[in-house]
């Protein structure tokens, strides 16, 4: 069994003298859950469409599943769910009337197909709504009805493009919820497009930066925010109980210095009554003892970890100052 599901080599698309992906070159293991981030016009949904066999890439390779989606389109399709931005359906057909004839497309038979819809829409929370036109649907309706609609022929690859818009909070929890049971506990590798970096670092095993068709980071968080804020991987904040007496704001001195003179401490700022302390280490417990020898009272000490939307801005930043 091949180790990656969905595997892009050197993958390269144009068109006229636009370059929309740029030698891209991916890697997904079976049972993932993937992030890819990027701007608009960055080259996801173009590297997407090469996936799914529904564009042709100028040079390189897309297997997914281990099948070359350029030559092999069809039989991709029928091992992968694909949701997009703005799914469409049959106006007039109910939700479950939908999902019973992308069943029937997929061979399943009458009675099981009947059965299987029904089961998706309580999954995704339309049981109620299964005899509703399709017309009828709100925006989130029709993304909840969207996934069941790639649920229905069991997919192993569910790709999912902007899949929480429109949907309202307590939805969009419920439906995050259910994407990391369907990687996590029956084994579905899930490639994930979106904008929502908080969504994404929620329940996204990796992420992939993509900036002009170019892959230009990826990793977990931790290791992202480590190749990035290497010269600050960590950032604590103390509030001080900041003395009024001349002789007691040499305290407040000493414990700086104190502080600049701890392994692994690489910056020490003072900001009104408030401490800045950028460390390589996570040294929480010397910062603490050295506050209390120095005789400074200390209101509170935040701990400060990178996430996504810092890692992400800081790409962009770095991307953009190198042009």
């Known amino acids: 069994m091949d180790r990656y599901i969905i595997e892009l080599i050197d993958l390269t698309k144009v068109y006229g003298t636009f370059t929309a992906v740029d030698k891209l070159n991916l890697a997904i293991p079976r049972g993932e859950i993937y992030g890819l981030l990027g ?18 890439p100028i040079s390189g390779t897309v297997n997914v599943c281990g099948i070359n989606s350029t030559t092999n389109p069809i039989e991709v399709r029928r091992k992968v769910g694909y949701l997009p931005e703005d799914v469409g359906f049959y106006e007039d057909y109910t939700g479950l009337e939908n999902l019973v004839y992308t069943a029937r497309l997929n061979s399943i038979p009458p009675v099981e197909a009947e059965e299987k819809a029904m089961s998706l829409l309580e999954r995704v929370g339309l049981k109620d709504e299964a005899g509703k036109k399709a017309g009828k649907y709100s925006r989130g309706m029709r993304q909840r009805l969207g996934l069941a609609d790639v649920l229905i022929k069991s997919p192993e690859v569910i790709i999912l493009d902007e899949p929480t818009l429109g949907i309202d909070p307590k939805g969009v929890q419920e439906l995050l919820d259910l994407i990391v049971r369907l990687s996590k ?24 930066l993509i900036v002009n068709g170019k892959l230009i980071a990826e990793g977990n968080i931790a290791s992202l925010s480590q190749q990035l804020f290497a010269d600050e991987p960590l950032s604590l904040e103390a509030g001080l109980k900041m003395p009024t007496q001349n002789n007691d704001v040499s305290r407040v001195e000493n414990l700086i210095e104190t502080l600049r003179n701890l392994e692994g401490v690489m910056k020490v700022n003072l900001q009104g009554n408030e401490l800045h302390i950028g460390c390589s280490q996570d040294n929480t417990e010397k910062i603490v003892e050295a506050i209390i020898k120095n005789g400074v009272g200390l209101s509170y000490l935040n701990k400060k970890e ?11 930043e770095e991307v953009n100052n190198s042009r």
């Open 39 to 56: 701007p608009n016009g960055a080259g996801k949904s173009t590297a997407i469409l090469m996936m799914l066999g529904l564009t042709e």
């Open 185 to 208: 506990e029956e084994g579905h590798t899930v490639l994930l497009s979106s904008h929502h970096l908080h969504q994404v670092q929620e329940i996204c095993d990796r992420v992939g």
């Open 306 to 316: 990178y996430g996504l939307n810092e890692i992400y801005n800081r790409y962009f």
